[in-house]
């Protein structure tokens, strides 16, 4: 083995511990909701228009049916709110509504509400202004009144479910999601959220059974293949989670997340070369973005550890390209996976360059000056080895190590009691390591010896 890759033990723990749920998370979609301009389904909680009113809505009866809401919205716009009845307000709203003006929408209903407290249709409508809104918490009390005031709809339900499902209240959601599907059982939307909500509470083999389900109505569903993933994560089973991960990146799955997620997956049970791959998609389509740096990293070192040159080599090129947005420790760790590449491409002069670089980037790069201190070791520059093994040991991560490494090339030049004053540090630092007592013993025998 290389003895620069003794430097690289860390690439193999990052990739090896691919084991949480929380390494995938596939956002749930937004909610489309649809915006209804009328009120037959709940009648009997509306109220009728004033006879004074009669001529105004039969101007509006033909923009309704037309859909011509800019229209509507420019005569509501002439006339004062506070002197129109309930029914002319929730109708305004719905309109502004529609037209995504949220604050006017919010002020007509609300305004509806005043007249008319037990409006049903006002409370519906202003939880849909508050949901576009991402102001769920407010949306919640007007989904409650709505449904105990009548309103049995799918889309209230599921409204009230999302929201619970946003506030990690998995319980009602699933019971919310339910209701909805019992009404509407094709709903696409509802069905997710109901997904999401067993995942969310755990519920491992209801959430497989109705994912397995749903793949075999949908099977180029790739937003379901992202799910099955994330599910299989969730309970450790990381073949799973990379076989399907890998369908919904073959189904057109393109964020840079599940791609970074599908990297981390065969470096750490598939394939590396595979890996190298997807990583190098990631960063040629998102160099503005950091979400690769740290990956980057990692599969670098990792690929060096595992020696698969021809990999490393294509991942290290692609890296050139946008390397000035990492951090100076990250250009240095690459550095030092460049100096491993060049060592194992027989290439000392390349390799001694990556080193003073990596340093230099990083001067509290243990791993680096260890490394350096090696080369300069192998090439029997005896006394920058020292210096540089000696400046490694004030770093703490790597202080035990460099102090033994430092002690071995005093013992190679037959610099007995150096080497033994070394080793008594490293045994207070490691008070408990029975190789450094009996280390220092026979140390302390050669050191008798030369007097």
């Given amino acids: 083995m290389n003895p ?41 909680r509306t109220t009728a228009i004033s006879p004074t009113e009669a001529s105004f809505a039969r ?100 409204q009230l479910a999302f929201i619970n499902l946003q506030a990690s209240q998995a319980a009602s959601a699933i019971a919310g999601y339910q209701q909805a599907l019992l ?22 083999p209801q ?9 075999q109505q949908q099977p180029d569903n790739k937003a379901l293949w992202l799910q099955r993933s994330q599910l299989a994560l969730s309970q450790e089973h990381q073949q799973q989670a990379l076989a399907s991960i890998e369908v919904a990146l073959r189904l057109g799955e393109t964020a840079a997340e599940n791609l970074l997620l599908a990297a981390q ?24 973005s950091t979400a690769w740096h740290a990956p980057l990293v990692q ?38 996976v460049k100096a491993e590449l060049a060592n194992a491409d027989n290439k000392p002069k390349l390799a001694l360059n990556a080193l003073q670089q990596a340093v ?12 350096l201190a090696l080369w300069y070791e192998n090439k029997n520059n005896v006394e920058l080895a020292s210096l540089t093994y000696s400046r490694a040991a004030t770093i703490k991560d790597v202080q035990i190590p460099a102090l033994q490494a430092q002690a071995q ?18 045994q207070q630092l490691a008070p408990h390591r029975q190789d450094i007592l009996d280390n220092i013993r026979s140390l302390q025998q050669l050191v008798r010896q030369q007097r």
């Fill in 409 to 426: 090339l005093e013992i190679n030049r037959q610099q007995y009691q150096v080497a033994l004053q070394l080793l008594q540090q490293v």
């Fill in 265 to 288: 997956l065969h470096f750490a049970n598939g394939s590396a070369e595979r890996g190298a791959i997807l990583l190098q998609q990631v960063i040629v389509s998102n160099k503005d």
């Fill in 299 to 336: 599969a670098a070192r990792y690929l060096s550890y595992k020696q698969q040159w021809a990999a490393l080599r294509r991942l290290l090129q692609q890296a050139e390209l946008p390397k000035q947005q990492l951090t100076p420790q990250q250009q240095s760790q690459l550095e030092l």
């Fill in 360 to 371: 230099a980037l990083d001067p509290l790069a243990g791993d680096a000056l260890l490394a």
């Fill in 4 to 44: 620069l890759l003794k430097t690289t033990l860390a690439g193999l723990i990052l990739f090896s511990g691919v084991s949480t749920a929380d390494t995938l998370q596939v956002k749930l979609a937004d909610p489309t909701w649809q915006v209804v301009l009328n009120n037959n389904a709940i009648a009997q």
């Fill in 59 to 158: 101007q509006l009866q033909p923009l309704l049916q037309q859909k011509d809401y800019n229209a509507i919205a420019d005569l509501f716009a002439k006339r004062p709110l506070a002197q129109d009845s309930s029914a002319l307000q929730v109708l305004r709203g719905q309109v502004l509504l529609s037209l995504q003006h949220y604050e006017q929408a919010a002020t007509a209903l609300q305004a509806a509400l005043r007249q008319q407290p037990d409006l049903a249709l006002a409370h519906q409508a202003i939880s849909l202004v508050f949901m576009q809104q991402q102001q769920y918490q407010k949306a919640r009390p007007h989904l409650v009144a709505a449904i105990n005031l009548g309103v049995a709809d799918a889309q209230t339900y599921g």
């Fill in 183 to 204: 009404l509407e059982p094709d709903n696409m939307q509802w069905q997710q959220g109901l997904l999401y909500a067993l995942i969310q509470s755990q519920a491992w």
């Fill in 207 to 215: 959430a497989q059974a109705m994912l397995e389900q749903l793949l």
